[in-house]
């Protein structure tokens, strides 16, 4: 996280660099090109005052509404000359300031690069302490819940089932896949650099995680179809790849109205995977994009009972960007949200 951290601040401060000493280079050289064109002017006229002599300028007649008279009058090699040097200025001075510039550029960026380390040093220890309590606290928490739902299995036992026992047991699981996200989340921004790499069939996977959700779909009246290209494979890890589908899938089971209808497809474009999920939520987000944000609630009243957490498409973002993939939200039409993931193929 650190070296991400540098890696952004060294580029954004270097954009702003290069843009400020590219401005610079521009404006100066043009300064210098409209400066030597005037001084080479007034030399041309100098030129044709000094030699105006008998013999040395040929005879009218001159145009007095057409060029400068030493454009008409003074021999073309006496223009070539003094022209030529000029151009030999201004090139000159373009390559002195480009050279220039680039010495600028790379000062600089020895210089940010140092003073990004003590820039990003707060942030990147506040992230990590944050990043610890998520994963402590997360880890913490799992053995009450073991008691808390192992005692209340056994207060059902003796006493029986009541509304009361499935509510605890309810929360209980409602917690629990809160811990598994935040910890996925957690490790996600732990790792440095993502699990080794191995040729993943991502249409069989993208089948069996329609399977199995199909029938927990069916309950609710809501259709889940799949329109997958064979043999379509990435570069990546199974475990991420399942999870990402499972994020996406569950994520349009919980929100999409009953009888209604997720839309899956998965196909070659160019050299990358295209899949995408579509489906038709009660409640349309003003900005698609909001959803990848942690803890997001569109609608907090339904979150609890369709049981999210508000993190799993988090979760799903930093899977893809550990993969060197995009991921997306947008709307199609008037009330169907699209997720499009794209990730490189596996030739």
């Not at 001159?62 to 201004?90: C, K, N, S």
């Not at 300031?97 to 020895?110: D, I, T």
């Not at 991502?202 to 089948?207: I, N, R, S």
């Amino acid at each position: 996280m650190k070296q991400t951290l540098q890696k952004t601040f060294v580029v954004t401060a270097m954009r702003a660099v290069t843009l400020l000493l590219l401005v610079f280079l521009v404006g100066i050289n043009l300064v210098n090109w409209y400066q030597v064109d005037r001084q080479t002017d007034r030399m041309l006229q100098t030129v044709l005052v000094s030699e105006a002599a008998p013999g040395f300028l040929p005879p009218g007649p001159f145009e007095p509404h057409g060029p400068p008279m030493w454009q008409q009058v003074l021999p073309p090699e006496v223009q070539d000359d003094i022209q030529t040097e000029a151009r030999h200025r201004v090139l000159s001075m373009l390559v002195l300031s480009a050279a220039g510039v680039a010495l600028c550029w790379l000062g600089m960026l020895a210089l940010v690069v140092v003073l990004s380390r003590r820039a990003i040093a707060p942030v990147a220890e506040s992230i990590q302490k944050q990043k610890e309590f998520v994963t402590n606290a997360g880890h913490e928490l799992k053995t009450p819940l073991a008691i808390i739902r192992a005692n209340t299995e056994a207060m059902e036992l003796r006493q029986g089932e009541s509304k009361w026992s499935r509510n605890i047991k309810d929360q209980i699981v409602r917690l629990n896949g809160l811990m598994e996200n935040l910890l996925l989340l957690a490790r996600m921004d732990e790792t440095a650099e993502p699990p080794p790499a191995e040729r993943v069939d991502l249409t069989a996977l993208a089948e069996e995680s329609i399977c199995g959700f199909r029938e927990g779909a069916a309950l609710r009246g809501i259709r889940l179809e799949g329109d997958l290209q064979p043999n379509v494979a990435v570069r990546s890890n199974p475990g991420h790849m399942s999870q990402l589908l499972s994020v996406l899938l569950d994520n349009g089971v919980k929100y999409t109205e009953p009888n209604g209808h997720i839309g899956v497809t998965l196909a070659r474009a160019g050299t990358h995977a295209l899949l995408q999920v579509r489906n038709s939520p009660a409640n349309l987000p003003e900005d698609p994009a909001q959803l990848f944000d942690r803890f997001y609630r569109g609608d907090p009243a339904r979150t609890q009972t369709t049981g999210g957490y508000g993190i799993g498409l988090s979760a799903a973002r930093a899977m893809v960007e550990a993969w060197q993939g995009t991921i997306r939200a947008g709307m199609e039409g008037a009330d169907t949200v699209v997720f499009t993931v794209s990730l490189p193929c596996d030739s």
